[in-house]
């Protein structure tokens, strides 16, 4: 290979690649069509003759061809969490006030238009694009590398100056127009409409064949960064970085953006958009209101599901009229009974819907709802159809107050409505078919125990043949009696029974949340694993125990006294365990973890010199103690650094708490470990 050719590549891909940028990104057209191919063909020839110069980032491979039979998981390094909806001004003020109890600085809004596409995550490494993977359950996604490099506005290769490893968040999607011409060609081609752009962009991107994607133009806007050590103080400096570095960012002098100090601020961006956002060339379906400044987004943390500094304004929905033909029930896995609407087909946004929520039977009575009425439909959210009201000027007489059945459409058995509870329930816990497999279902889960091979088929399949009547009864599958079962190759069975295995080793705080107790979500289930450490010790905990545990209020510690109160649930328990489960913490197995903070509420407030907020809370937790973000009278320390905010010591003051600056925590905590090692090494010489 001649050094002119080699250079002549790299020349090629670097000038392809500013063209693209130019006309994708900036909207610049700087050379003819006939240029750019002449260039691109150049470029393919050479790289065809030196295949030793391969590079998948190369601008020849944005035309596609890869075949990917199966996306691999990945596990994000930086969690993909959803937003909470909001629907109106009061929701706005209600997030408003939830910030401010926490933060008592001065801080502002960052607002940005919500588009109706694809969560992506992009991973860059010195530059180069090495992974696409989409949102997935928010944990894992799946990589879908080979199609996001046909995107003609994702930069393959970065310009500028850039770290070694960045991790770049966005929005894939369609423009109107592009959306609009592949409905075009598929008519001409006589194939299905496709129904609406988000729904097509998701499925664009699980194409198997990558040459079929980059035909589609899909477009991307993208607009946070994830650096590890990052030095940015507010969300508004992600744009500038990102766009130096050659992304497709929304543009600020459009108003896709702007960073406002309250609600009234948020409302005016809200409003505006309301009114302009038909005008946009692609979809939107709402706002994204986020704190501005990153500390605070630190400060103020998430739930287990979304950010507590960030909420989504959702615009109001089309409305449309259908018959709602009957109402049937479903039964959930804890026994509540859900009805749902069956409706005349009727289209909206692009959908096609047959079935409405309609929750429960409080809320048929508020709406007044009949049988044969013409009902008012909408999407929730833009996601869930829900019933909103009925036309009283097309009721017919003969349609006859709805009336709640009183016992489970499944097992027969008396429904039961408490006080104070929106739903009725079934109590035949042990004996109702839909309860037992969902149960199942629920303990399989991916977030749960991730049990590969099992879907809902499969668990009605086992049920069916009488194999599984409970949870533990997965654990003593063996391959013969999966192989009878329909469609069950010897393959499939393997894999069924290797993921039973695997999930033997599921630690103990997932394994809470499997058991589908009541009310005990994946969060609760971890707090309550890290205060009780083994299932043993939950099991005798009493109403009192349970209520002194952070967060654990009196419905649910109600819940899980009255699920162990059960011999049914603790003769399940018990078989996991003869399985080979182990439900206590890992704390609980490493005899050398620190306790020293244990039982202690630690609430850190301001910036440090020597360590960020993260470490200094992974520090805590690590020795035992609990981070906490407001203080109040069960606080045990302050940990005080610069701008800190001033509510906070002041309540640290009159509640008597412990308050340390960074160097003063490090010293106690230096004490606290050296005495705690005195005390092992004593122990030790007993023996």
Request: charged fraction near 20%.
């Given at each position: 290979m001649s050094r002119i050719d080699s250079d002549r590549i790299i020349e090629l891909r670097k000038l392809i690649h500013y063209y693209n940028k130019e006309y994708y990104v900036n909207n610049k057209s700087l050379v003819s069509d006939l240029e750019f191919d002449?260039?691109?063909?150049?470029?393919?020839?050479?790289?065809?003759?030196?295949?030793?110069?391969?590079?998948?980032?190369?601008?020849?491979?944005?035309?596609?061809?890869?075949?990917?039979?199966?996306?691999?998981?990945?596990?994000?390094?930086?969690?993909?969490?959803?937003?909470?909806?909001?629907?109106?001004k009061s929701d706005i003020e209600d997030f408003d006030e939830r910030i401010r109890k926490i933060v008592d600085i001065p801080f502002s809004y960052i607002c940005e238009l919500k588009y109706d596409g694809v969560a992506i995550s992009l991973i860059f490494e010195n530059g180069q694009l090495i992974r696409a993977v989409t949102r997935g359950d928010g944990t894992i996604g799946e990589d879908v590398t080979n199609n996001v490099r046909t995107i003609s506005s994702i930069p393959l290769v970065l310009n500028g100056e850039f770290p070694q490893m960045l991790e770049v968040r966005g929005e894939i999607m369609f423009s109107k127009s592009a959306f609009l011409k592949l409905n075009q060609q598929r008519k001409i081609e006589k194939l299905p409409l496709f129904s609406n752009p988000r729904n097509t962009a998701s499925g664009t991107l699980k194409l198997q064949d990558s040459s079929i994607v980059a035909k589609r133009d899909l477009d991307c806007f993208l607009y946070a960064a994830y650096i590890d050590n990052s030095k940015f103080h507010k969300v508004f400096d992600h744009y500038n970085f990102l766009s130096s570095l050659g992304f497709k960012t929304p543009p600020i002098d459009q108003r896709f953006i702007e960073q406002v100090n309250d609600v009234n601020g948020i409302m005016d961006f809200i409003n505006f958009w309301d009114k302009k956002r038909g005008e946009l060339p692609f979809e939107i379906d709402g706002i994204v209101i986020k704190v501005n400044e990153v500390s605070l987004q630190n400060e103020i943390g998430n739930t287990s599901k979304s950010p507590r500094w960030a909420i989504a304004y959702k615009y109001k929905t089309t409305q449309v009229k259908t018959t709602l033909e009957d109402i049937i029930?479903?039964?959930?896995?804890?026994?509540?009974?859900?009805?749902?609407?069956?409706?005349?087909?009727?289209?909206?946004?692009?959908?096609?819907?047959?079935?409405?929520?309609?929750?429960?039977?409080?809320?048929?009575?508020?709406?007044?709802?009949?049988?044969?009425?013409?009902?008012?439909?909408?999407?929730?959210?833009?996601?869930?159809?829900?019933?909103?009201?009925?036309?009283?000027?097309?009721?017919n007489t003969s349609n006859l107050p709805f009336v709640f059945i009183s016992n489970c459409p499944e097992c027969n058995s008396k429904l039961i409505k408490d006080d104070g509870e929106a739903h009725h329930y079934c109590l035949n816990f042990y004996m109702c078919p839909p309860q037992i497999k969902g149960r199942i279902s629920h303990f399989i889960g991916r977030k749960q125990m991730n049990i590969d091979g099992i879907g809902e088929e499969t668990?009605?399949?086992?049920?069916?043949?009488?194999?599984?009547?409970?949870?533990?009864d997965l654990y003593k599958l063996t391959k013969e009696d999966l192989l009878p079962l329909d469609r069950m190759a010897e393959k499939s069975?393997?894999?069924?029974?290797?993921?039973?295995?695997?999930?033997?080793?599921?630690?103990?705080?997932?394994?809470?949340?499997?058991?589908?107790i009541r009310y005990v979500g994946e969060t609760v289930?971890?707090?309550?694993?890290?205060?009780?450490?083994?299932i043993n010790s939950l099991r005798i905990a009493s109403f009192e125990d349970l209520c002194s545990v952070d967060e654990i209020g009196d419905k649910i510690a109600e819940s899980i006294v009255d699920f162990f109160s059960q011999d049914y649930n603790n003769k399940i328990i018990d078989q996991l365990l003869e399985s080979g489960l182990v439900m206590e913490t890992e704390v609980q197995k490493d005899s050398n973890h620190s306790t020293i903070f244990k039982n202690k509420k630690i609430v850190i407030s301001g910036t440090f010199k020597n360590i960020s907020r993260e470490e200094l809370k992974t520090i805590i937790e690590e020795n035992g103690g609990k981070n906490t973000s407001t203080v109040s009278k069960t606080t045990s320390i302050l940990v005080a650094g610069e701008n800190m905010g001033p509510s906070k010591l002041e309540k640290a003051t009159k509640n008597k708490v412990e308050i340390l600056n960074e160097s003063e925590f490090f010293k106690l905590l230096e004490e606290l470990q050296a005495n705690d090692k005195t005390k092992q090494f004593k122990q030790g010489e007993l023996f």
């Open positions: 002449v260039l691109l063909k150049e470029l393919e020839s050479l790289e065809t003759k030196y295949p030793d110069l391969f590079n998948p980032n190369s601008p020849t491979q944005r035309v596609g061809g890869d075949i990917t039979k199966s996306f691999d998981s990945v596990q994000h390094k930086y969690p993909m969490l959803s937003l909470a909806n909001s629907y109106s029930y479903q039964v959930g896995r804890t026994g509540a009974i859900t009805p749902v609407a069956v409706l005349n087909p009727v289209e909206i946004s692009g959908t096609m819907v047959k079935r409405a929520s309609v929750h429960n039977a409080d809320q048929i009575e508020k709406l007044d709802l009949r049988i044969n009425d013409v009902v008012y439909v909408e999407k929730g959210g833009e996601i869930i159809p829900k019933i909103t009201g009925f036309d009283i000027s097309e009721r668990v009605e399949q086992l049920y069916n043949a009488g194999l599984v009547q409970n949870i533990a069975a393997e894999n069924i029974l290797v993921g039973i295995e695997n999930s033997i080793h599921t630690p103990f705080h997932k394994i809470l949340f499997g058991l589908g289930a971890k707090k309550l694993s890290a205060s009780f450490g083994n």
